[in-house]
């Protein structure tokens, strides 16, 4: 069903102060390839995240009955699971004034 016209310039009204508020928000809500981009990445760096928490408890696990595997694969499960935080860190969504938040 469309809308009437007094309906249609509330809506327009509501747009303009939205941009005029938030620049940004338009981006936000865009699906183009930059979120499927971004979307899938983000799936990658989970997926790396849990893989370097079962690589370094199968390594805790291991450390006993075979050292040498035990301790490869706790440096190899903390140096996926540091490189995923980095990672999922570097795709927090930007703020409205352009500037990235401080993470300390």
């Known amino acids: ?17 939205l ?11 865009s699906f183009g390839t930059e979120n499927r981009y971004r979307s899938r990445h983000t799936v990658l760096a989970h997926g790396c ?8 408890l199968t390594g805790f696990c291991l450390v006993h009955p075979a050292p040498a595997a ?3 694969l706790i440096l190899y499960g903390g140096g996926i699971l540091v490189l995923a935080l980095v990672r999922l860190l570097s795709f927090r969504p930007p703020t ?8 300390l």
């Open 1 to 17: 069903m469309p809308l009437s016209p007094d309906e249609q310039e509330v809506l327009d009204a509501i747009e303009k102060r």
């Open 49 to 56: 995240l849990w893989l370097g928490i079962v690589l370094t």
């Open 96 to 103: 409205s004034t352009g500037r990235r938040p401080r993470l």
């Open 70 to 72: 035990g301790v490869m």
């Open 19 to 29: 941009l005029a508020e938030d620049p940004a928000f338009p981006a936000k809500l």
